[in-house]
């Protein structure tokens, strides 16, 4: 483990664009987590900037009828519902061809929207992205991701051989199934945790959480084949994902894990807004912590806007404001033309 920093004032380097410190000023080796969010995502392609995937998804009216009267906006939890449901009219003799109906229409509405809207593996697999990403990635101890896209995981898996050298995510046993009693830290490997869950992991028929192991462009189109539910938070409130949480073991272990991890802490392309307060809640576990928090320079307004939120969410921790453009995560040349 790195040796935390020693507590700095608010801003204590008026320096870089719009007052944000650069990143090589912050980072003096003493930061082992990281918190990621869907700003990394947008760094590779703006095709993430979506704020919805539900709003992007072409659901019939028939399909968001049903997200309705479910009270959600998250997939796997309506797909979930619908699959429960077929195998209850089976087990009772009754035709189940409206309930598998409505299960396609759905599963077939978020296949095309990931599609739609996730860079291909090809465009990103090249000109040193994803190892820039990997590399930014084993700088840390620890990294929390909130995004369900396959760019971080990409990442990993371009990393050694073996695929994944380097990295660990607790699905390790021979089904790539997470086991809650097998979850103890070995050696120095960078740890990753998907806290809102991904596309690569899915719904196994026991119930438990299952990773992919396909790599490249045969997963981005194979993610939701073989009825298999991918397992992600994407929608809702933060009550609506704490609920979406609670209901998978992984994703329930990853986020105790978040809540419980102390000292200094990164966080990149994570907005923590009102939909994010169960996340805020974790942060605040450790209240005087160090923070370094990447903030994306786009005028003057919105760096002052952005950083008394952030102070105001954490009034007792030790903040760095530091420009995103300035880390490897937010790399210009990361960007897909």
Same mark, same amino acid.
């Given at each position: 483990?790195?040796?935390?920093?020693?507590?700095?004032?608010?801003?204590? %380097?008026?320096?870089?664009?719009?007052?944000?410190?650069?990143?090589?000023? +912050?980072?003096?080796?003493?930061?082992? =987590?990281?918190?990621?969010?869907?700003?990394?995502?947008?760094? +590779?392609?703006?095709?993430?900037?979506?704020?919805?995937?539900?709003?992007?998804?072409?659901?019939?009216?028939?399909?968001?009828?049903?997200?309705?009267?479910?009270?959600?906006?998250?997939?796997?939890?309506?797909? @979930?519902?619908? %699959? =429960?449901?077929?195998?209850?009219? &089976?087990?009772?003799?009754?035709?189940?061809? #409206?309930?598998?109906?409505?299960? /396609?229409?759905?599963?077939?509405?978020?296949? &095309?929207?990931?599609?739609?809207?996730?860079?291909? $593996?090809?465009?990103?697999?090249?000109?040193?992205?994803?190892? *820039?990403? %990997?590399?930014?990635?084993?700088?840390?101890?620890?990294?929390?991701?909130?995004?369900?896209?396959?760019?971080?995981?990409?990442?990993?898996? @371009?990393?050694?051989?073996?695929?994944?050298?380097?990295?660990?995510?607790?699905?390790?046993?021979?089904?790539?199934?997470?086991?809650?009693?097998?979850?103890?830290?070995?050696?120095?490997? *960078?740890?990753?945790? $998907?806290?809102?869950?991904?596309?690569?992991?899915?719904?196994?028929?026991?119930? /438990?959480?299952?990773?992919?192991?396909? =790599?490249?462009? @045969?997963?981005?189109?194979?993610?939701?084949?073989?009825?298999?539910?991918?397992?992600?938070?994407?929608?809702?409130?933060?009550?609506?994902?704490?609920?979406?949480?609670?209901?998978?073991?992984?994703? &329930?272990?990853?986020? %105790? =894990?978040?809540?419980?991890?102390?000292?200094?802490?990164? +966080?990149?392309?994570?907005?923590?807004?009102?939909? #994010?307060?169960?996340?805020?809640?974790?942060?605040?576990? #450790?209240?005087?912590?160090?923070?370094?928090?990447?903030?994306?320079?786009?005028?003057?307004?919105? +760096?002052?806007?952005?950083?008394?939120?952030?102070?105001?969410?954490?009034?007792?921790?030790?903040?760095?404001?530091?420009?995103? *453009?300035?880390?490897?995560?937010?790399?210009?040349?990361?960007?897909?033309?």
């Amino acid at each position: 483990m790195r040796n935390p920093p020693s507590p700095s004032p608010l801003c204590s %380097r008026p320096v870089g664009n719009y007052g944000l410190d650069d990143w090589a000023d +912050v980072d003096d080796g003493g930061w082992p =987590t990281l918190l990621v969010g869907n700003g990394a995502s947008i760094a +590779v392609s703006s095709d993430f900037g979506y704020d919805s995937l539900f709003q992007v998804a072409p659901l019939t009216v028939d399909d968001t009828d049903l997200f309705d009267a479910l009270e959600t906006k998250n997939f796997e939890e309506v797909l @979930n519902h619908l %699959r =429960t449901a077929s195998l209850v009219c &089976e087990q009772l003799g009754h035709a189940s061809q #409206d309930v598998d109906d409505r299960y /396609e229409s759905i599963r077939d509405a978020l296949i &095309e929207a990931v599609h739609d809207h996730h860079v291909e $593996w090809l465009d990103v697999d090249d000109e040193d992205r994803l190892d *820039t990403i %990997r590399d930014a990635l084993l700088d840390f101890d620890t990294v929390f991701s909130t995004n369900y896209d396959l760019l971080i995981y990409w990442a990993m898996m @371009n990393s050694g051989d073996p695929p994944g050298a380097g990295f660990g995510d607790l699905f390790w046993n021979h089904q790539n199934a997470f086991d809650s009693l097998n979850t103890e830290r070995f050696g120095d490997k *960078t740890l990753v945790y $998907w806290l809102h869950g991904g596309l690569h992991l899915y719904w196994g028929p026991a119930g /438990e959480t299952r990773k992919r192991t396909n =790599t490249g462009a @045969n997963l981005l189109q194979s993610f939701a084949s073989g009825g298999r539910i991918p397992l992600f938070v994407s929608e809702g409130s933060w009550k609506q994902k704490r609920r979406a949480i609670h209901r998978s073991d992984y994703l &329930e272990h990853a986020y %105790r =894990t978040f809540a419980s991890t102390d000292g200094p802490l990164v +966080v990149f392309g994570q907005g923590l807004g009102g939909a #994010d307060t169960h996340l805020i809640r974790a942060i605040r576990e #450790d209240p005087t912590r160090n923070i370094a928090y990447a903030i994306y320079p786009s005028s003057q307004q919105a +760096v002052d806007l952005r950083q008394a939120e952030v102070s105001n969410l954490f009034p007792q921790a030790s903040i760095e404001f530091f420009d995103s *453009t300035t880390h490897p995560l937010g790399d210009p040349s990361l960007a897909v033309p």
